[in-house]
């Protein structure tokens, strides 16, 4: 899985948060705190390089910090922050898994899936991702 570098920064007049990628051009995202801009910035990203690959480009490859910092590509306002960004790609093809987890924890799931309205297979895939966006 690639992580891509977003530059955060805070524009305090209108209360929001700007995300941007070096390795992505033109693809940005924003949001009221930084939380919300940062799962913004994964769904931006996600739709940026599918448009890209849609169009028959190659998504580009995401650069190291110390190589973005060699190239000059990006600067740093006052303020600004980075953050390392994951892509999530969503291939439209779905495929079966066969997982084993204690009874219990199954059982927790399904309860938790139901009061949700969504599947068993949803609610693991959105925990999933979760879990991924947040780099735990």
Same mark, same amino acid.
């Given at each position: 899985?690639? /992580?891509?570098? @977003?530059?955060?920064? #805070?524009?305090?007049?209108?209360? &929001?948060?700007?995300?941007?990628?070096?390795?992505?051009?033109?693809?940005?995202?924003?949001?009221?705190?930084? $939380? #919300?801009? %940062?799962?913004?910035?994964? $769904?931006?990203?996600? #739709?940026?390089?599918?448009?890209?690959?849609?169009?028959?480009?190659?998504?580009? %490859?995401?650069?190291?910090?110390?190589?973005?910092?060699?190239?000059?590509?990006?600067? *740093?306002?006052?303020? @600004?922050?980075? &953050?390392?960004?994951?892509?999530? *790609?969503?291939?439209?093809?779905?495929?079966?898994?066969?997982?084993?987890?204690? @009874?219990?924890? *199954?059982?927790?799931?399904?309860? &938790? =899936?139901? /009061? /949700?309205?969504?599947? /068993?297979? &949803?609610? *693991?895939?959105? =925990?999933?991702?979760?879990?991924?966006?947040?780099?735990?």
């Amino acid at each position: 899985m690639s /992580r891509y570098l @977003a530059i955060i920064e #805070e524009d305090a007049e209108q209360g &929001a948060f700007f995300a941007s990628f070096p390795d992505a051009p033109g693809c940005v995202a924003d949001g009221a705190t930084q $939380d #919300e801009v %940062l799962d913004n910035a994964a $769904d931006a990203l996600s #739709e940026w390089v599918a448009d890209e690959v849609a169009e028959g480009r190659s998504a580009p %490859l995401a650069r190291s910090y110390a190589e973005l910092l060699k190239s000059g590509d990006y600067g *740093l306002g006052q303020g @600004a922050m980075v &953050a390392w960004v994951p892509l999530l *790609l969503d291939t439209g093809k779905l495929v079966r898994a066969n997982i084993s987890m204690d @009874a219990g924890l *199954l059982a927790s799931i399904d309860e &938790a =899936a139901g /009061r /949700r309205g969504v599947t /068993r297979s &949803a609610f *693991l895939v959105s =925990a999933a991702r979760d879990k991924i966006r947040s780099g735990a």
